[in-house]
């Protein structure tokens, strides 16, 4: 049984930072590329961050380029999102995710992903 668990989200002031995790299990980890997605309430979820298999390709979304940065570890099966410089934009739940497709391309779509995990939320108070 496939489990993506997230933790590290909480209620932080805008210009601050916290570092998401995520945490995979019952998959051959480096073999999937993963991606991070938040939703907004009222709002369609959206591609925020997503990384290869191997790591070495990174992809970020617009509007946190310079501030997020996505990271992995195939070793401890673990997904990283430090997020630095946030603001009350960035509040969302936060999930991530896993593909099987070897296209970078595919990375910014939540279509193409296979397994989700459950969210984590992040507030950023102005």
Not at 16 to 39: D, E, H, N, P, V
Not at 54 to 83: E, H, P, W
Request: charged letters at 15%.
């Amino acid at each position: 049984q496939v489990q993506l668990v997230e933790s590290g989200g909480g209620l932080v002031q805008a210009g601050g930072s916290l570092r998401l995790s995520c945490a995979a299990s019952g998959l051959t980890f480096s073999t999937y590329a993963m991606g991070w997605f938040r939703q907004a309430p009222g709002n369609e979820r959206e591609f925020v961050s997503g990384i290869n298999r191997s790591g070495r390709n990174t992809y970020n979304t617009d509007s946190v380029k310079g501030r997020f940065t996505i990271s992995r570890d195939n070793a401890k099966n673990m997904l990283y999102l430090q997020m630095n410089s946030l603001k009350p934009a960035d509040t969302a739940v936060y999930y991530c995710a896993a593909t099987v497709s070897a296209l970078d391309t595919d990375l910014t779509n939540h279509m193409t992903y296979n397994y989700w995990g459950q969210g984590t939320q992040v507030t950023v108070s102005s």
